[in-house]
């Protein structure tokens, strides 16, 4: 319940700077993520306003030029600001909106190139400078219009000022000028398209090294013709649901499984055939498991089923259901006249007992499940006891 003393106190400073931080920046997520990216740039719009306007005080600059740069700074500035905080571009392709800011200051670098003579050089500089820092963020589509709407502009820059000025304009220097930024920018351009290039391929490094590591670690758990568990794997998870069983005091069963006269399967129809008889009962085994039970190829033809949670008598209902799912299969497909049974030994395993132990019963059953004619699941003479 909510203490009413509590609620007349007044905040803290850390709470009206956490209301401060949701008020200026919005909500966490893309909102806010964007509204922090603005807000870093801001201090070098503030920078830029700033010298303008000492240049303007110590007659360097036009004080109307000053102050029309300074007007379009920060009108886009609060523009981009309430776009941002608003959230209205949050859900669009260009959240942060980081090609109409880079437009944005390709104006404002056109508009410094027009009425600032004498920033000519440093308004060049700086369009390269901001081209070089937005490229990463950009398609190469979006790239090459930005660059070329910077090219145009600061074309038609001069191409007015000739017509305003006539003679009295020194046209090759601007031209030349003019010149070498868009020389800059199309080395900038092979260099971003170069640079990308190269992302791409260490993306698809990446993605191969990623893939085979993932191979590796499938091979480390899965045997290669079954994909089932392999022995190491299921004997780490033995000892996993063994250590749960102890803490628990949940059943716990384990079968081993045998292929009735595999040897036979071989000998008469080739290791290709036994080949595609293992990969097909691992496929009908793991079909017949329950969700939280395991399967693993324990050797050759042999195989063992994990079935935590489960009793002896859920452990017998499971291996009808497998062994009914492999009297169904159509084994004739690999072979003319092909049957495949299986015999099975179950047993539980007992707390405090090592699971060496618990194997060794498994199999005794399994070898009393052959002797009495193969094609069953014999349960564990300690169970029977």
């Known amino acids: 319940m909510t203490d009413p003393a509590s609620a007349l106190r007044p905040p803290t400073g850390d709470a009206l700077a956490g209301v401060l931080v949701r008020w200026l920046m919005g909500p966490a997520g893309t909102v806010r993520q ?30 109307q030029s000053a102050w029309l740069m300074v007007g379009y700074l920060g009108a886009g500035a609060a523009l981009f600001f309430a776009l941002l905080r608003s959230g209205a571009v949050a859900h669009s392709a260009d959240p942060s909106l980081v090609f109409p800011q880079l437009i944005f200051h390709v104006g404002a670098v056109a508009l410094a190139y027009a009425f600032i003579e004498n920033g000519r050089s440093l308004a060049l500089q700086w369009l390269c400078i901001i081209l070089v820092l937005d490229m990463r963020r950009l398609s190469s589509g979006q790239v090459r219009l930005a660059t070329g709407l910077a090219i145009a502009l600061l074309l038609g820059t001069v191409g007015l000022q000739w017509m305003h000025d006539g003679p009295r304009m020194r ?41 085979a590591a993932e191979q590796m670690r499938a091979l480390s758990v899965r045997d290669g013709l079954t994909q089932l568990y392999n022995r190491r794997h299921m004997q780490a ?21 045998d292929i009735d006269f595999f040897k036979r399967v071989n000998d008469r129809h080739g290791h290709g055939v036994g080949d595609a008889v293992l990969r097909d009962f691992a496929l009908l085994a793991q079909g017949a498991a329950d ?63 090592p699971l060496q132990h618990t194997l060794e019963r498994a199999d005794r059953a399994l070898y009393r499940a052959k002797a009495e004619g193969r094609d069953r699941s014999v349960l564990s003479m300690e169970e029977l006891a």
């Open 237 to 257: 998870l033995l000892e996993e649901e063994a250590a749960r069983h102890r803490r628990s005091g949940r059943p716990l069963s384990l079968a081993i499984l």
């Open 171 to 211: 046209l090759a220097p601007e031209l030349i000028n003019v010149g070498m930024a868009c020389v800059t920018l199309a080395v900038l351009l092979l260099v971003a398209a170069a640079g990308r290039r190269l992302q791409r391929q260490l993306a698809g490094q990446g993605a191969e090294l990623a893939q």
């Open 34 to 63: 964007a509204v922090k990216r603005l807000l870093l740039a801001l201090p070098a719009y503030a920078f830029v306003a700033g010298l303008l306007l000492v240049s303007a005080r110590l007659g360097r600059v036009e004080p």
């Open 291 to 353: 969700g939280g039970q395991a399967v693993a190829r324990w050797g050759g033809e042999e195989f063992l089923l994990l079935m935590p949670e489960t009793t002896p008598e859920l452990g017998l209902q499971a291996l009808e259901r497998l062994r009914l799912a492999v009297r169904r299969h159509d084994w004739s497909a690999h072979a003319e006249g092909l049957a495949v049974s299986f015999s099975a030994g179950l047993c539980a395993h007992e707390a405090g007992q």
